[in-house]
T-cell receptor, first 111, second 121 residues
Framework: SQQGEEDPQALSIQEGENATMNCSYK?????LQWYRQNSGRGLVHLIL?????REKHSGRLRVTLDTSKKSSSLLITASRAADTASYFC???????????FGKGNQVVVIP | GAVVSQHPSWVICKSGTSVKIECRSL??????MFWYRQFPKQSLMLMAT?????????EQGVEKDKFLINHASLTLSTLTVTSAHPEDSSFYIC?????????????????FGDGTRLSIL
């Protein structure tokens, strides 16, 4: 999982399998966001989930948020080789413009 | 929509040179833009928050005189790395939020440029 004291996670899966990655945070948030970064590129926004939401879907992506455990998960279903990337969660706080990024999860999808 | 253009994408220059990086929001207005630095296989480190028409807000440990930020319009912010040295070599990324996005400003995602790879020899 991201943040905390854990090392960045690396996940290698076969095409067609599901990929799940986790993120934890420490303080109350306004929302939590997931981003994807292809090697050497900028970040692409995937999903934003607000603090009063528990689950959100976008295509093959499913994000959950558990504010009692201060954690979130990102599920990619039926993965494709093009999903190979690093995935970052980022938390937004009330009254603050900034995002706090997790350490990232590197996902490799093998064709 | 919500495209952020960052230029240049790659810079190689000699030590002591000053390098300017531009970040433009192409189809939306952004009163606030953000500058990040990223080392290989690491997460993004926020360097500063760029505010249109006012001084940038720098994170602790980031030298204001080293990393000059100018946000002169609602669509352009620039980061100038002054008198760059090899230790300044890194991947620099900017982002911006849409002032008019749905759901309120506080629930807007950040839109990122493609980054600038800076290599100082």
């Amino acid at each position: 999982s991201q943040q905390g004291e854990e090392d960045p996670q690396a996940l290698s899966i076969q095409e067609g399998e599901n990929a799940t990655m986790n993120c934890s945070y420490k303080t109350s948030i306004n929302n939590l966001q997931w981003y994807r970064q292809n090697s050497g590129r900028g970040l692409v926004h995937l999903i934003l989930i607000r603090s009063n939401e528990r689950e959100k879907h976008s295509g093959r992506l499913r994000v959950t948020l558990d504010t009692s455990k201060k954690s979130s998960s990102l599920l990619i279903t039926a993965s494709r080789a093009a999903d190979t990337a690093s995935y970052f969660c980022a938390t937004a706080f009330y009254g603050n413009n900034r995002l706090a990024f997790g350490k990232g999860n590197q996902v490799v999808v093998i064709p | 929509g919500a495209v952020v253009s960052q230029h240049p994408s790659w810079v190689i220059c000699k030590s002591g040179t000053s390098v300017k990086i531009e970040c433009r929001s192409l189809d939306f207005q952004a009163t606030t833009m953000f500058w990040y630095r990223q080392f290989p296989k690491q997460s993004l480190m926020l360097m500063a928050t760029s505010n249109e028409g006012s001084k940038a807000t720098y994170e602790q440990g980031v030298e204001k005189d080293k990393f000059l930020i100018n946000h002169a319009s609602l669509t352009l912010s620039t980061l100038t790395v002054t008198s760059a040295h090899p230790e300044d070599s890194s991947f620099y990324i900017c982002s911006a939020r849409d002032l008019q996005g749905q759901g309120g400003y506080s629930n807007q995602p950040q839109h990122f440029g493609d980054g600038t790879r800076l290599s100082i020899l």
